[in-house]
């Protein structure tokens, strides 16, 4: 019903940037809150950030300063600025939204993308 699809990562060196960015399509009414997590190998799952639909935003402490999340409401599209990339950034990047489906009643589940795979070098 809804699919969200992550595109931007690469390879990139220490100390560069890349922005990454998730566009939601489907049976969709509306988006609540859209999130950024990764996961590196041997490590659990962390949200990075997430971002409400009025535009609060809150960051995980090892990314504040740094990454910036944003969304563009009539793309369903949220993005990821990360700058001033570390080895320890590197990880596969999900996206995840809460979305309202367009059925009836409305109802409202979440979804994840593909992930996409951040790489820094030294």
């Known amino acids: 019903q809804v699919q969200l699809v992550e595109s931007g990562g690469g390879l990139v060196q220490a100390g560069g940037s890349l922005r990454l960015s998730c566009a939601a399509s489907g049976s969709i009414f509306s988006i609540n809150t859209m999130g950024w997590y990764r996961q590196a190998p041997g490590k659990q799952r962390e949200l990075v950030a997430v971002i409400t639909s009025g535009g609060s935003t809150n960051y995980a402490d090892s990314v504040k300063g740094r990454f910036t999340i944003s969304r563009d409401n009539a793309k369903n599209t949220v993005y990821l600025q990360m700058n001033s990339l570390k080895p320890e950034d590197a990880a596969v990047y999900y996206c995840?939204?809460?979305?309202?489906?367009?059925?009836?009643?409305?109802?409202?589940?979440?979804?994840w993308g593909q992930g996409t795979q951040v790489t820094v070098s030294s």
């Open positions: 995840n939204g809460r979305v309202i489906l367009t059925t009836t009643p409305l109802r409202t589940n979440s979804f």
